[in-house]
């Protein structure tokens, strides 16, 4: 009898070690492709002004929060505030500093994190968000951003 339980308790164990290793893999596969879409959105789209991957990556029906402008629900008027920084004497850039991942169920995942804003290449200031990426089949769109705590660099 004590076999048959220690031989169940192994068995128990190695259920529980594969699921929890599986969900490791699955969180790791997960944050590997968000910080690519970050990168894409700013690396690639912001501080490269490409504004046909901005298009792609943000959603139809983007809902901006902003601490200093407010909500804009208007994805024209997303592409229309890329392209004017994109014209601007100085060359605004970001850099991300730091971000958590976590998933959200089947819809997607929410990233949190801090950058640094870069005028010429000089730090301007930092600020934190909260992006809400939604998977669409193998896509990601962003879906929902709240952009906060924007502070200038002390010099």
């Known amino acids: 009898m ?21 969900e490791v893999l699955k969180m790791a596969a997960l944050k590997t ?12 789209a912001f501080n490269q002004c490409d ?3 901005f298009k792609k990556i943000i959603a139809d029906d983007i809902e901006f929060y902003d601490d200093r402008s407010g909500l804009n629900t208007s994805k024209a008027n997303e592409i ?9 004497a100085k060359k605004l850039t970001r850099k991300l ?13 929410v990233q949190l994190g801090e950058h640094t804003f870069y005028f010429d ?11 809400i990426w939604e998977r669409t089949g193998n896509d990601w769109k962003l879906k929902r ?7 200038p660099i002390k010099k």
């Open 51 to 53: 504004t046909t991957l």
């Open 97 to 109: 500093n730091s971000c958590t991942i976590d998933k959200l169920g089947d819809f997607g995942a």
């Open 2 to 22: 004590i076999k048959l339980f220690i031989l169940i308790l192994l068995f128990l164990t190695q259920v529980v070690f594969a699921q929890t290793n599986n």
């Open 80 to 88: 229309k505030s890329l392209i004017s920084k994109c014209v601007m």
């Open 33 to 44: 492709e968000i910080i690519k879409m970050d990168s894409l959105l700013f690396s690639v």
């Open 121 to 131: 290449g000089k730090p301007e200031g930092t600020g934190k968000f909260i992006h």
């Open 145 to 151: 951003i709240v952009s906060y705590e924007h502070r």
